[in-house]
T-cell receptor, first 112, second 109 residues
């Protein structure tokens, strides 16, 4: 059974650019959630996707957007990057929206 | 929304010692998870424990939902136990995990 995978592992962008992060969910899981973890903090919920629809959103601006595909993989898009967007971005999948979540290894984004 | 508080923020142990990490939450929860974050940032699932007690090797966890707290016990600690331990509980909608600030554990030989 393949676990949650994320790509890329590291990314460097400049302020104002756009970025797309990718996540493949664990086999049998239809729900994907995205989190942002700043240095020294706990992860903060961005949004959740369930069966290709957004199923909940945290306190993040609209320039953070996402997609879920029919195979339940997901993308996180961030437009107009700001320096404060530098963080570890974590993706988690679960068998359903209210179930145990399993995390991928993360993508470390640096915005210069 | 739900608040999750962890204590202590930092813990320093000698190898072989036992420890207890605490997680308090402000409202009733339907899901509570404990994680260990390794130095590369990966969150490793330790326990999914909305209530009751579970054990896995040297680790065990107890959640008392009616009193709104959970405890993680680490016995005979090893240097590989070092890292940050997080507890997280679902928000009211059951969509987002709300994380505490973590306990940073350092185990020295």
């Amino acid at each position: 059974e393949t676990g949650v995978t994320q790509s890329p592992t590291h990314l460097i962008k400049t302020r104002g650019q756009q970025v797309t992060l990718r996540c493949s969910s664990q086999s049998g899981h239809n729900t994907v959630s995205w989190y942002q973890q700043a240095l020294g903090q706990g992860p903060q919920f961005i949004f959740q996707y369930y069966r290709e629809e957004e199923n909940g959103r945290g306190n993040f601006p609209p320039r953070f957007s996402g997609l879920q595909f029919p195979n339940y993989s997901s993308e996180l898009n961030v437009n107009a990057l700001e320096l404060d967007d530098s963080a570890l971005y974590l993706c988690a999948s679960s068998p359903s929206p209210h179930n145990e979540q399993f995390f991928g290894p993360g993508t470390r984004l640096t915005v210069l | 929304g739900i608040q999750v508080e962890q204590s202590p923020p930092d813990l320093i142990l000698q190898e072989g010692a036992n420890s207890t990490l605490r997680c308090n939450f402000s409202d009733s929860v339907n899901n509570l998870q404990w994680f260990h974050q390794n130095p590369w940032g990966q969150l490793i699932n330790l326990f999914y424990i909305p209530s009751g007690t579970k054990q896995n090797g040297r680790l065990s966890a107890t959640t008392v939902a009616t009193e709104r707290y959970s405890l993680l016990y680490i016995s005979s600690s090893q240097t590989t136990d070092s890292g940050v331990y997080f507890c997280a509980a679902y928000n009211q909608a059951g969509t987002a995990l709300i994380f505490g600030k973590g306990t940073t554990l350092s185990v020295s030989s």
